[in-house]
């Protein structure tokens, strides 16, 4: 079947979230307690060793396919409007985001501003400030810029996940 990488994750997530369940369900039936002078038979829980097993490992065997006609999705195809596949665009958008953190503090700083002064727990007689070394209009418009791009890459990335189709035989 084809689908696009968004159809493939939703699908990846189902298929951990069932064998999750597979495997929760075996947990708590594999194994039970009775006591003394009870019958075991009468609290025994349902449990089937071989059908839960083969169960396991054919949703292993699908999370496997699924996962790996993801990541050959995100190392071969190209976000447009970016030179980079969606692997690599899966590494600039954190950076982005990152550089996007270190503006806003950088913007929101005075060119001059007192120090809160909290030496060992006692406030100090001696003022301190500090200073910005850098141009702080520079730092926002750089601010900008960065959002603006981390907007745009999200789009695009968000529109190539919800477009283009891959190919996956499960």
Same mark, same amino acid.
């Not at 038979?41 to 490992?57: F, L, W």
């Not at 054919?58 to 990541?71: G, M, Q, S, T, Y």
């Not at 007689?125 to 926002?140: H, P």
């Given at each position: 079947? &084809?689908?696009?990488?968004? %159809? ?5 997530? $189902?298929?951990?979230? %069932? ?5 929760? &369900? ?9 006591? =003394?002078?009870? *019958?075991?038979?009468s609290?025994?829980?349902?449990? /089937?060793y071989?059908?839960?097993? &083969? ?6 065997? @699908? +999370?496997?396919?699924? @996962?790996?006609? +993801? ?11 970016? *030179?980079?596949?969606? *692997?690599?665009?899966?590494?600039? +958008? ?7 953190? @270190?503006?806003? #503090?950088? &913007? #929101? $700083?005075?060119?001059?501003? $007192?120090?809160?002064? /909290? ?15 850098? /141009?702080? /209009? ?13 907007? $745009? ?12 189709l891959?190919? =996956?035989?499960?």
């Amino acid at each position: 079947m &084809k689908y696009t990488s968004s %159809e493939a994750n939703k699908l990846l997530r $189902r298929l951990n979230e %069932e064998r999750d369940a597979v495997l929760a &369900k075996e947990q708590k039936s594999s194994t039970f307690l009775a006591a =003394i002078g009870e *019958d075991p038979e009468s609290v025994r829980p349902k449990y /089937d060793y071989t059908g839960t097993q &083969k169960a396991v490992e054919e949703l292993d065997w @699908k +999370i496997r396919i699924v @996962k790996h006609a +993801i990541n050959q999705f995100n190392l071969t195809q190209t976000v447009p409007g970016f *030179d980079m596949t969606v *692997d690599q665009m899966l590494v600039y +958008i954190p950076q982005l985001t990152a550089r996007k953190k @270190k503006m806003a #503090g950088m &913007k #929101g $700083r005075l060119p001059k501003q $007192r120090e809160a002064n /909290d030496r060992y727990g006692r406030i100090s007689s001696v003022i301190d400030y500090v200073y910005a070394n850098y /141009d702080i /209009d520079a730092a926002e418009a750089d601010y900008h810029a960065v959002a603006d791009e981390l907007t $745009r890459a999200q789009a695009a990335l968000d529109t190539l996940n919800n477009t283009e189709l891959m190919e =996956i035989n499960v």
